[in-house]
């Protein structure tokens, strides 16, 4: 069900695309992609790794009180983000080349909370199993965002009418999410009432290392992934940025598409695998290279044609991002077929070892960046080095979580 809703909202983004990109060209996505690299940031920080663990108390009572502690906390730091961004927004946005969205500061907050709040409720929606009402609003919000983009870029084809667009989007599907939910079962957790939930200082410290160690190491993900499009825009500009963005995005479907839905379906799976003492290492691998059977196809064809298809889909303009998918295929393979390991550490319990993993991958990612940048001054070397780099790191990533959970099933036993 979520890989149909989810493929719903894929195929509808990619019909619109080769309008949507003729449109716009690539300095307004260089420009969209900054805002929303920096609004992933933020988002990290202000959910603090919290949306995650609602999944996991085996009452309702307490999941409901981790989701209003985490939409308290969003809203807090939020607000704390937008007093700075008033102060500070003229400095980072002149560095990253994208003075355009001084005028909207106040976007980034309010999409921020936004973020936040939509995390707190996928995750509520995991754990109600309501896969059928995520897939139909998946596909709801893909048809009003991507319907907006391209009936807005006839009257004013900007990057910021992108940027609108998005952050109006995802509000509305928010909205229409929830009341969807309350006309279903998916709110309903009476049977387990107020008494029957843990106290806030109880669910804090049962739950510390989401903080403690979920956020940073999404911060460094997000931070890594980021990387790429950031550097771009500060050194080459926006149109080599907003090249490297469709590149990205567009790799991004199946990655979507499936990984997304695994990764929703097989976070919960896990975890009552290692209730009930099944083989989790087993399930782990065998998830795995499932993943790695369906992505041969796509993934593999950006390899071999990436240029041709890019300009044959988006137009000339988007030849460049062809070559950047050819190298971003490898690494978004890889990361594509992690969603099961991924999926299994908070379970397993290695969120610890799991940012120490973050900080070096991302230490070995920036590297080879830098070394592209500066010692090349090629971007397409540079983010060749990147995608090598990034693959290597997330093999070595699925071979630990699979050990992991070998060792975890010696252990109980």
Known sequence: MVAGGTAGAQVIMMAFAPLITRLYG??????????????????????????????????????LRIAKITAWCGAIISLLFALLLVSFSGDLFSLVKAEVLSDFVLLLPIATFISVLSAIQAQWLIRKRAFALTARFAVFTSLMVNGGKAAVGYISPTAMALIVVNVIGSGLGLLLTYFGCRKGAAFDHSEAGPSAASSVNELLKRYSDFPLYRMPQNLINVLSQSMPLLLLSIIFGAGPAGQYSIAFSVLGVPSALIGGAVLSVFYPRVNEALRAGENAQRLIVRSTLGMAISGLVPFGSVVLLGPYLFELVFGSDWRVAGLFAQWLAVLVFFQYINRPAIAAI??????????????????????????????????????????????????????WVVRSSGLNAMRRD
């Open 26 to 63: 690539p300095e307004s996505y260089g420009v969209q992609g900054v805002f929303l690299s920096v609004l992933n940031i933020l988002a990290t920080v202000a959910a603090l790794g919290y949306p995650t663990a609602v999944v996991l108390p085996s009452g309702d009572a307490d999941a």
């Open 346 to 399: 908070p379970v397993l319990g290695i969120q610890k070892q799991f940012l120490f993993y973050e900080i070096a991958s991302a230490a070995a990612k920036a590297i080879a960046l830098i070394v592209g940048f500066y010692l090349y001054r090629n971007p397409l070397i540079a983010i060749a080095f990147f995608a090598v780099a990034g693959a290597l790191a997330y093999i070595w990533l699925i071979v």
